[in-house]
Structure formats: structure tokens, C-alpha cells
């Protein structure tokens, strides 16, 4: 008979760390969404449990960014780029974050996954809970960006004001 099996049984597989990026790369205007994308995909592992050969399956449903701000927020969903969007730069996303203030914040990501086992079956028997990794120390610089309207452009008159 196939045993059931439980989190702690799993306790020797555990799922990659997922990759934190964010654009723009390494830094944000304060005031301006900054796009912040993890990657995380679905995961088999082969190994024993229980005495029993077994693949077990990491299927990744929920992301918690933590902005390093003091604020978090979960998506079902790592986000995308902009550019696999075909949305123009600092524009919001799904999981676009605004900083508030200038500074230097450490961003960090985790993901939860459900897990399940197929004891060579076929079957994949879900396990109660979930298993986490996180991904942390995304250093994101927040800089103030000051705009001025201007008769022409820096290229037609390079002593013009921000040039």
C-alpha cells in the first residue's frame, strides 16, 4: 500500500531558489513604477521517501515580494518584463512596486509551492502544505528624477537648462 506522505517527509528535497531581477536594473525613481519579475517554475525532483522511489513536483502558486520599504505584496504570478509585455518603460505591471522615497532598498522574493508525489504510478498524490524558498538581497537605488519643460532640445541648444 502507498503511504501517505506529509511536508516533513520531504524535508531532504527542496526547490530551487527563484531568480529576483527588477527594472530598471538595480535601481528606481522614486515616485515611478519599478518592475519587479521572479522566476520560479515547476520543479521534479527524484529521490526516496519512505523507503519508496519516488519523484516529488514543486508547482509554484503564490509570490510574496517584500520591497524592503516595510511593505510586501503576493501575486499569483512572478511578473514579466516590459519588454515581453510590449509595455513602455517605467510603466505599472502586475507586480510593479513605487518607492516613495530616495534611498537604497533590499528587495526580496518568496515563493510557495504545492507540492505532490508520484510513487511511478503516474499519479501525482498532492501533500498538504506548502514548501518555500526565497531569494533576497536585491539591492534596488531609488533616485529623484526633476523634469523642466524647455523650447528645445538638448542636441539644438546644448547650454539649455538639465543639459
Not at 516533513?8 to 530598471?24: E, M, V, Y
Not at 516590459?82 to 528587495?107: C, I, K, M, N
Amino acid at each position: 500500500m502507498i503511504p501517505d506522505v506529509t511536508l516533513a517527509d520531504l524535508a531532504s528535497f527542496r526547490p530551487a531558489t527563484p531568480r529576483l531581477t527588477g527594472q530598471p536594473a538595480g535601481f528606481a525613481i522614486a515616485g515611478m513604477p519599478a518592475n519587479l519579475v521572479a522566476a520560479a517554475s515547476v520543479q521534479s525532483i527524484p529521490g526516496t521517501v519512505l523507503d519508496w522511489e519516488v519523484t516529488v513536483r514543486f508547482t509554484p502558486v503564490s509570490f510574496e515580494f517584500d520591497h524592503g520599504d516595510g511593505t510586501s505584496a503576493v501575486y499569483t504570478t512572478g511578473g514579466a518584463t516590459w519588454e515581453q509585455l510590449g509595455q513602455p518603460q517605467l510603466t505599472p505591471t502586475a507586480t510593479s512596486h513605487v518607492f516613495r522615497d530616495r534611498g537604497t532598498y533590499s528587495v526580496a522574493v518568496t515563493v510557495r509551492y504545492a507540492a505532490s508525489v508520484n510513487f511511478g504510478t503516474g499519479t501525482w498524490r498532492p501533500v498538504p502544505g506548502y514548501v518555500t524558498a526565497t531569494s533576497g538581497g536585491y539591492a534596488v537605488r531609488v533616485l529623484e528624477a526633476r523634469t523642466a519643460l524647455v523650447d528645445k532640445t538638448c542636441i539644438e541648444n546644448p547650454d539649455g537648462p538639465g543639459c
